[in-house]
């Protein structure tokens, strides 16, 4: 079984930080990619950024030069660093990642519950 925790959402003014972070555990052989998506309200889920061994990092284009995803060699744990927050970045934050779990020749995607970030202005 494959478990992934989100942490670090909370409430900030326009304009603050905050840092996500997401941690994949359990029977893991390998993780590929681990990405970040949100769903506002009323809205669809969408890709905010995304890191890889293919692609590297990407990014929406409605927070390049604003949040930035990093993922350490080697551990099954990814951040999101989101500065300059606006309204619109109000939304419920999920971490994905394309997991191969022990014993499995496939890589299968894996979702943490969330975790609210609001933004006031």
């Known amino acids: 079984q494959v478990n992934l925790v989100e942490s670090g959402g909370g409430s900030v003014q326009s304009g603050g930080s905050l840092r996500l972070s997401c941690q994949a555990s359990g029977r893991i052989f390998d993780v590929n990619a681990m990405r970040w998506y949100r769903q506002g309200p009323g809205k669809q889920r969408e890709l905010v950024a995304g890191?890889?061994?293919?692609?590297?990092?990407q990014y929406a284009g409605a927070v390049k030069g604003r949040f930035t995803i990093s993922r350490e060699n080697g551990k099954n744990a990814v951040t999101l660093q989101m500065n300059n927050l606006k309204p619109e970045d109000t939304a419920v934050y999920l971490c994905?990642?394309?997991?191969?779990?022990?014993?499995?020749?496939?890589?299968?995607?894996?979702w943490g519950q969330g975790t609210q970030v609001t933004v006031s202005s």
């Open positions: 890191v890889s061994r293919s692609f590297g990092t």
């Open positions: 994905e990642a394309d997991v191969r779990p022990s014993g499995s020749d496939y890589y299968n995607d894996y």
